[in-house]
């Protein structure tokens, strides 16, 4: 006898378990056939990362290499990244990295009911990819300073080497990273569990940090600058965009959706 086993496009993504129950009579006979793993899927059109095109699937969930732009706008450079989302116990590490993330560990129902849906999950593998949150993060960020004792961000050329390396040392950040190190960290993570990721280079990258939309400056009445605020402007800054629709906000948008790894003010 053969089964077929359909999931719900909605349905948790995650470990299962597969048992057989056979109920003759009053007697009740329970097999245990094996693990299976859900995963979001974008060739599913009634899935929430659901992506029409093939070649935009094939770049932005089936490529494990890509090219991440650093440096400045005088001076623009591509880097070579190795995303490597289909290696070996890369899948274990991405789903463990759920279930050691601070809103597994306050609420663990709560949590799992949510791994149905990219937005949701999209925030907690953000705040995984830092280690700032005591939550076992999968990275440091340091941008001054020595590097001796660890590595420099600028040596890192993929995720796999650093993903292995968190789950070697049980799970503690790995130093050191920087924007296009989370960035590339989270890509990887995010198309391992099928979402539909790319990164995001912008040079001269205003860092506001005040919530009023502006950079500003101040100066005194002579005309000399003052050190008084926060805001500033960085060479660039790499994020991530991730391809799902927005029930919560409307058709409108639906899309490609901002998330951000790289540690910088506390957010809700």
């Given at each position: 006898t053969s089964f077929t086993i359909s999931s719900p496009a909605n349905a948790v993504i995650g470990r299962y378990n597969?048992?057989?129950q056979v109920i003759s009579g009053n007697k009740i006979f329970s097999?245990?056939?094996g693990q299976f793993v859900l995963l979001f899927n974008p060739w599913c059109p009634g899935d929430a990362v659901y992506m029409a095109n093939e070649n935009e699937r094939e770049e932005y969930v089936l490529n494990e290499n890509g090219i991440i732009f650093v440096g400045n706008a005088k001076y623009i450079e591509a880097r070579g990244w190795y995303y490597g989302q289909f290696q070996d116990q890369l899948l274990n590490i991405c789903l463990t990295m759920l279930d050691l993330s601070l809103y597994?560990?306050?609420d663990g129902a709560m949590d799992v009911?949510?791994?149905g849906d990219p937005k949701y999950v999209g925030r907690v593998i953000s705040s995984m990819i830092n280690g700032n949150d005591n939550d076992n993060g999968v990275l440091l960020g340091k941008w001054q300073g020595s590097f001796h004792s660890h590595e420099n961000p600028s040596r890192w050329d993929g995720s796999v080497v650093i993903l292995q390396k968190w789950r070697q040392d049980n799970y503690k950040p790995v130093q050191y990273g920087q924007c296009w190190v989370f960035a590339g960290v989270m890509c990887t993570v995010l198309r391992c569990l099928g979402i539909p990721t790319r990164l995001v280079s912008n040079f001269n990258s205003a860092h506001d940090v005040d919530r009023?939309?502006?950079i500003d400056k101040y100066y005194d009445s002579?005309?000399?600058s003052l050190n008084v605020g926060k805001d500033s402007t960085w060479d660039y800054h790499v994020w991530n965009e991730s391809w799902f629709v927005r029930p919560d906000l409307g058709t409108a948008y639906n899309g490609w959706q901002v998330l951000d790894a790289t540690p910088q003010e506390q957010s809700k």
């Amino acid at each position: 006898t053969s089964f077929t086993i359909s999931s719900p496009a909605n349905a948790v993504i995650g470990r299962y378990n597969l048992i057989l129950q056979v109920i003759s009579g009053n007697k009740i006979f329970s097999r245990f056939l094996g693990q299976f793993v859900l995963l979001f899927n974008p060739w599913c059109p009634g899935d929430a990362v659901y992506m029409a095109n093939e070649n935009e699937r094939e770049e932005y969930v089936l490529n494990e290499n890509g090219i991440i732009f650093v440096g400045n706008a005088k001076y623009i450079e591509a880097r070579g990244w190795y995303y490597g989302q289909f290696q070996d116990q890369l899948l274990n590490i991405c789903l463990t990295m759920l279930d050691l993330s601070l809103y597994y560990r306050q609420d663990g129902a709560m949590d799992v009911s949510r791994r149905g849906d990219p937005k949701y999950v999209g925030r907690v593998i953000s705040s995984m990819i830092n280690g700032n949150d005591n939550d076992n993060g999968v990275l440091l960020g340091k941008w001054q300073g020595s590097f001796h004792s660890h590595e420099n961000p600028s040596r890192w050329d993929g995720s796999v080497v650093i993903l292995q390396k968190w789950r070697q040392d049980n799970y503690k950040p790995v130093q050191y990273g920087q924007c296009w190190v989370f960035a590339g960290v989270m890509c990887t993570v995010l198309r391992c569990l099928g979402i539909p990721t790319r990164l995001v280079s912008n040079f001269n990258s205003a860092h506001d940090v005040d919530r009023n939309l502006s950079i500003d400056k101040y100066y005194d009445s002579s005309g000399k600058s003052l050190n008084v605020g926060k805001d500033s402007t960085w060479d660039y800054h790499v994020w991530n965009e991730s391809w799902f629709v927005r029930p919560d906000l409307g058709t409108a948008y639906n899309g490609w959706q901002v998330l951000d790894a790289t540690p910088q003010e506390q957010s809700k």
